[in-house]
């Protein structure tokens, strides 16, 4: 046998040894918020969301363990905001230090405080760029993909297009507001213009009943009219309240990228490419539906848990979140390349997909967009421009 040969063998051997027996036990955490209806009932979230790709991640890691002597298993709970901090104690007093969260922005960072330092918290929902930069934490990784990080995947496209004027409608809530900054940051970085931005408000009517097809027909032209001349239109709707009446109701014939028309996602249930087709349908076969973002963001943590577990051998979160931050980290996700984590902020690096909900339309980074270290760094913020000081630069 070759040497490398006997090497590996004797790596396995040792690997098996050290992990037989352990038991790996993380936590999948929803917070339920009281957020109105989506505009198309298409769109209504399915009980299961997110704990279903923790079912599938858990079947997944177990595949390898078994070989291994592992074994692992992952705790779902929905929660509220009022009982998400004494869920996280009641995890730790559990022996539960590995925790998926499914939550709004404003509750991740407490959450990951009170899981405390040597808990191993991974965002799976929350696009927040604060809890990338200045709100970071050591213990806190990041799965999905920050806002800034998605609207340079629509901009990247747009500019590859040669679609360099756009025109900027956003809505009135404080989370669609973040996002038309990151749409605004994304145009400099990639020397598109934004012409003019114009701000739809929500008046809090009841969206699906109250503004039927005859009212939008007559008003969202109207309300688009006007405009100077602009190549295509981005939307930050990430309320969901207007942005899906736009495509088809423009007052110019424009494109329309961002929360309708060509959107960023992490995933997509059209999505096929790089052996993802066998991957939604296992999915399917076992959650009877289509996999959203949030079963990939929550699958995908796991996996970083099951591939760091393997790999090192151990279930001590520090030294899971160790290796996930080092260069001997990568894992297939099904989307073209491995993904890996940023050193600097706890984000993992991951192609974005831009989607009509039936295709995938494109894949960012787009071609000719290049980076010293990787380009899919050219997607969000780089480590020149972090302020996050807790991974110590």
């Given at each position: 046998m070759p040497m490398l040969g006997i090497v590996a063998v004797a790596w396995f051997a040792v690997l098996v040894s050290a992990a037989s027996g352990l038991e790996i036990r993380a936590a999948v955490l929803r917070v339920e918020t009281d957020r109105p209806l989506p505009i198309s009932r298409l769109d209504l979230p399915p009980d299961d969301l997110g704990f279903a790709g923790a079912v599938l991640a858990t079947e997944d890691n177990q595949t390898t363990g078994t070989f291994l002597g592992m074994e692992f298993s992952a705790e779902t709970r929905s929660v509220t905001p009022e009982t998400a901090l004494g869920a996280?104690?009641?995890?730790?007093?559990?022996?539960?230090?590995?925790?998926v969260l499914l939550a709004p922005g404003e509750e991740v960072a407490a959450l990951a405080d009170a899981a405390g330092s040597d808990a191993l918290v991974l965002n799976s929902g929350a696009p927040d760029e604060a809890l990338r930069e200045e709100e970071c934490r050591a213990n806190l990784l990041h799965i999905g993909p920050s806002r800034a990080m998605l609207a340079d995947a629509v901009v990247q496209f747009l500019i590859w297009k040669q679609w360099r004027r756009l025109a900027l409608v956003h809505g009135s809530h404080t989370e669609d507001h973040a996002l038309a900054e990151a749409y605004r940051a994304a145009a400099r970085k990639f020397g598109a213009t934004i012409v003019e931005e114009r701000e739809f408000v929500d008046t809090g009517g009841?969206?699906?009943?109250?503004?039927?097809?005859?009212?939008?027909?007559?008003?969202?032209?109207?309300?688009?009219?006007?405009l100077p001349g602009h190549d295509a239109v981005v939307v930050a709707d990430e309320a969901d309240v207007f942005a899906a009446y736009l495509p088809y109701h423009l007052w110019f014939p424009r494109p329309v990228a961002g929360s309708a028309g060509m959107i960023p996602v992490s995933w997509h249930d059209a999505h096929e490419a790089w052996g993802a087709t066998q991957f939604q349908r296992r999915f399917e076969r076992m959650?009877?539906?289509?996999?959203r973002q949030e079963d990939y963001q929550v699958w995908l943590a796991l996996?970083?848990?099951?591939?760091?577990?393997?790999?090192?051998?151990?279930?001590d979160p520090t030294q899971l979140r160790d290796y996930a931050l080092s260069d001997a980290f990568e894992l297939a996700a099904f989307k073209g390349q491995k993904v890996t984590f940023r050193p600097w902020n706890g984000q993992l690096r991951q192609p974005v997909l831009l989607t009509d909900r039936h295709i995938t339309v494109a894949v960012s980074p787009q071609e000719g967009f290049l980076h010293q270290v990787s380009p899919l760094d050219t997607l969000g913020r780089d480590r020149p421009e972090t302020r996050c000081t807790a991974f110590g630069g």
């Open positions: 996280i104690q009641e995890l730790r007093a559990e022996g539960i230090g590995i925790i009841a969206r699906r009943t109250d503004t039927g097809h005859v009212l939008v027909q007559r008003q969202m032209p109207v309300f688009m009219q006007d959650a009877g539906r289509g996999m996996r970083v848990i099951g591939e760091a577990v393997i790999r090192t051998g151990s279930a």
